[in-house]
Each structure stands twice: as structure tokens, then as C-alpha cells.
């Protein structure tokens, strides 16, 4: 789901609380959602996180690019820049555009890496993440829902993002044949980080990922070091679940 939890990012969400409010206020519309999820355009959103300095400009210019409403359903485009995550097909959803502005930052993507991204979903973080890794750069995307495969395939097309491989397959196993990988993200919620990602890791390779239960999570930065790991959090956020082989199990999911 990619939903971030105020805690952390309170003077964030005040911010653009405020700035909801007073364009509810232009608009005379006064309706709570338009408080809570207003629509917003690209530049807007952009303007909140440059005040919030919690995006680089490089970052900015990949969002800028990436068009969200070629990854969000025909009848959600209008909402394509509400901050919120949207629901997207087979009850999944496309994370909250704050939520994919906070992991890309801790995931510090560098131009020409390799990157795994498990969760494909609308194919939308991982097209961010394509921008930030350039030409020279590429990601690799795993997801199970073989709907989503196509879909994703076919909206990283739409957006003319063309360095980014969406294979189906449980990604809780991670990508051994392509790895070692400079970058791991996962954007579903992890029971704990499955071992074969970190195994998967570079040196000096970072991982971001939320973990722990099915309602709620707290974001995690792992950075491999050359013995063991270094370890951040981040925050609350709510994320869909991972399945598969390190992620809930069947019976956890009801
Ligand atoms: N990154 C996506 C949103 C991810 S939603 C976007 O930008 O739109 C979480 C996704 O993780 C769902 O599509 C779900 O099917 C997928 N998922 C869950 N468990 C998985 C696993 N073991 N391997 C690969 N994908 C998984």
C-alpha cells in the first residue's frame, strides 16, 4: 500500500495539511476529503517536499518525468498526484507519492546500478528508480500477481521507461541469478528482512524495506558492511503484505 504514518513526518503532514486547507479555501470546497487527500498537481507536491527538504533535486527531476497517471486505472487519473496511495488492480495499490520520495532517498540510488525492486505492482517505483539509475543503470522488478506482470510491463511501455526487467516470481527469494545487487528495495510489508535479500546485497550495498506486522511497520535501512550490517529506521508506514517463501504465511493473511 505504501502509506506513511504522521508520526515521523508531522511537521510534513501540517505543511500540507495547510496547504490542502487553503486551496480547499481557493477552490471553495470545503468537503474534509479535500483536506485529508485533496488533489494536488505535480508542481504542488513538489513544492511541499522542496520546503520539506526531504527530496534532492535529482529525485524531483525523476518524479517530474515519470508520468503516475500512466500507472494509475483510466479512472483515477485525475487523482494521480493526490498524496495518497491508489488502488491499482487485484486489490493491490501504488504507493502514496510521499512514501516512494522517502525510501528512494534512504536507498541513495547512484547513476549506472543495478537495483532489485521486489513488489513490482503498477511499476511505478521501479520506474523512479530506472530514472535515478540512468542509462547505464537498470532495475529488476519481481512480482507473483501474473495480472500485474502484464500491466506493469505495459505501463513502464506507456511511460517510455525502458531499463527496467518485470519477471513474475516470488521475490521473497530474492533475484540470485542477477545478484549481487547495489540496491534492494521491497514495497510490501516484510515479517522480518528474508535473508536471501540481504545474502543478495552488494558490499556497502543498501537495502530498504518496511518490517513487521500485517497493519503496521516500521521502514528499515540495512547498509551491508564488509562484517554484518548497519541498521535504521525510519518511521511507521502501512504496506500490503509480502508473500511467499519469507514473507506471511497464507493462514496470517485473513
Ligand atoms: N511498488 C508498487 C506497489 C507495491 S504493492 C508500485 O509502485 O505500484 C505490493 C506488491 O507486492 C503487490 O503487487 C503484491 O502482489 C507484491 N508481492 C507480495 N508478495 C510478493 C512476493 N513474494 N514477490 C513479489 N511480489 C510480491
Request: aromatic share 6%; with cysteine; glycine share 8%.
Amino acid at each position: 500500500m505504501g502509506f506513511a504514518k504522521a508520526s515521523p513526518y508531522l511537521n510534513l503532514s501540517i505543511y500540507w495539511a495547510c496547504l490542502l486547507w487553503l486551496r480547499g479555501l481557493k477552490e471553495a470546497n470545503l468537503r474534509i476529503p479535500s483536506l485529508i487527500g485533496g488533489r494536488m498537481s505535480k508542481e504542488e507536491l513538489v513544492n511541499v517536499w522542496r520546503s520539506a527538504r526531504i527530496a534532492d533535486e535529482k529525485l524531483i527531476e525523476a518524479f517530474l518525468k515519470v508520468p503516475r497517471e500512466s500507472f494509475v486505472p483510466e479512472e483515477l487519473k485525475e487523482e494521480a498526484y493526490t498524496d495518497t496511495p491508489l488502488p491499482i488492480r487485484y486489490g493491490k495499490t501504488i504507493s502514496q507519492p510521499t512514501t516512494i520520495i522517502i525510501m528512494t532517498t534512504a536507498l541513495d540510488v547512484r547513476e549506472g546500478q543495478k537495483i532489485l525492486e521486489i513488489g513490482t505492482g503498477s511499476g511505478y517505483q521501479a520506474a523512479i528508480l530506472a530514472r535515478m539509475a540512468g542509462e547505464k543503470g537498470r532495475v529488476v522488478t519481481l512480482e507473483v500477481v501474473p495480472e500485474l506482470v502484464i500491466l506493469a510491463r505495459e505501463n513502464l511501455k506507456k511511460a517510455g521507461v525502458t531499463n527496467v526487467d518485470v519477471i513474475e516470481d516470488d521475490g521473497s527469494q530474492g533475484h540470485e541469478k542477477e545478484s549481487p545487487f547495489d540496491r534492494v528495495i521491497v514495497t510490501a510489508a516484510c515479517p522480518g528482512i528474508p535473508e536471501p535479500l540481504l545474502r543478495q546485497l552488494k558490499p556497502n550495498g543498501i537495502l530498504v524495506a518496511p518490517v513487521g506486522g500485517l497493519r503496521i511497520q516500521e521502514m528499515v535501512k540495512v547498509r551491508k558492511l564488509n562484517s554484518g550490517f548497519e541498521r535504521e529506521t525510519m518511521g511507521e508506514f502501512m504496506f500490503l503484505p509480502l508473500v511467499g517463501k519469507h514473507g506471511f504465511r497464507e493462514d496470517e493473511l485473513d
